[in-house]
Every structure is written in structure tokens, then in C-alpha cells.
């Protein structure tokens, strides 16, 4: 009997435990899924996180942040996550709070040739200090873009970085030649 490993699957279980255990030294774990994105997965842990969210009590502002950054969040995976050769998409998600912040980390495969670009379009979301300018520069690149193959005109990380008031924090690292892990942290003030 042989035994196939997939080298993409071992690589985001092993940064899933990283990331969950980072966040348990320094704040408290509030939802962590690792698994197949589908519609029906995604409303699933979009009602989870809403109740979740909820019984925290945290400012309405904050729940309304919170769930329109996770909702983003989890449809970009599912819409622009990569899939490995056989075929299996790999993600994770996962939503803490500490004393200053919630903050939402997600995850998913991508194509290391498109590790720069995108590397390149959080680089210039994250070099606005002005939020009027950000803004400005959302609704520039809402006139000016078509939609992409997969349906997106670009504007989730701008909305998402828009939404939080924060910079967003990418993460990439190399899985083989083919494929990297791209993470992306985002905070949402607690004030």
C-alpha cells in the first residue's frame, strides 16, 4: 500500500497549529476553521462568528466590522484561493481578540508566480496614511478596473483596509515552486 502525502496540506496544517498557538499566547481564540471553503461551509461559520461576536459584547461599531471583514474574507478565499494539483483548495481562518484588538487572520494557497502582484497591490492599500485618500483611491480603482476572471474588480483588500482603519498585514511563504501560503492579518480596534 503506498501512501500519497500532500506536501500543500502538511504545510498549512503546520502554520494552522503556528498560527492558533501564537494567538493563545497573546490574546484569547474566538472561531478557527481549517478545512474545504464551499457556500454552504462559509454561511455556516458566518452565523458562528456572528453569535460568537455577540456574546462578546463588544461595541456595535466593532461587531459590524468584524462580520463585514470576515464575510470579505471568507469569499475572497473561496473565490481566489488556489487549488493544488489534485485538486484541493486549502484555507484557514481564524478570528481572537486581545485586550487592543480583534483580529482576523485567513489563509490560502496561491500561485508563487502571483506572490509579487499581490505583494505589490497591499504594498499600495497600506501606503495611504489618510483614510480620505484611501477612499479616493478605492473609488478611482472602482471606475477604472474590470472584472477579473473570477468576478473581482480588485477591491476586497482596499474595502477590507477600509473597513478596519488599519494597515493590513500580509504574510507569504513558499510551499514548492508552484504554489506559497498567503496570509493576511488584519486588527480592528477594540476603541
Do not use: R
Amino acid at each position: 500500500m503506498s501512501l500519497t502525502l500532500n506536501k500543500e496540506s502538511e504545510f498549512f496544517d503546520l502554520q494552522f497549529t503556528k498560527q492558533v498557538k501564537k494567538i493563545t499566547q497573546s490574546g484569547q481564540l474566538i472561531l478557527a476553521y481549517d478545512g474545504v471553503l464551499n457556500n454552504e461551509t462559509i454561511s455556516k461559520i458566518e452565523n458562528e462568528i456572528e453569535n460568537k461576536i455577540l456574546e462578546k459584547g463588544f461595541p456595535k461599531q466593532v461587531v459590524k466590522k468584524v462580520f463585514f471583514i470576515c464575510v470579505e474574507s471568507l469569499q475572497n478565499q473561496l473565490l481566489h484561493g488556489h487549488k493544488d494539483d489534485k485538486g484541493s483548495q486549502h484555507n484557514f481562518f481564524l478570528l481572537a481578540n486581545s485586550e487592543k484588538y480583534v483580529t482576523i487572520i485567513s489563509a490560502n494557497l496561491i500561485n508563487t508566480s502571483s506572490v509579487e502582484k499581490v505583494k505589490s497591490q497591499i504594498e499600495k492599500i497600506n501606503s495611504f496614511d489618510d483614510p480620505a485618500a484611501l477612499k479616493a483611491f478605492y473609488l478611482e480603482h472602482l471606475e477604472n478596473n474590470e472584472l477579473s476572471d473570477k468576478g473581482g474588480a480588485g477591491l476586497g483588500f482596499i474595502t477590507i483596509a477600509m473597513k478596519s482603519g488599519n494597515k493590513i498585514t500580509p504574510l507569504f511563504e513558499t510551499i514548492n515552486e508552484k504554489y506559497s501560503l498567503f496570509l493576511l492579518e488584519i486588527k480592528i480596534n477594540l476603541e
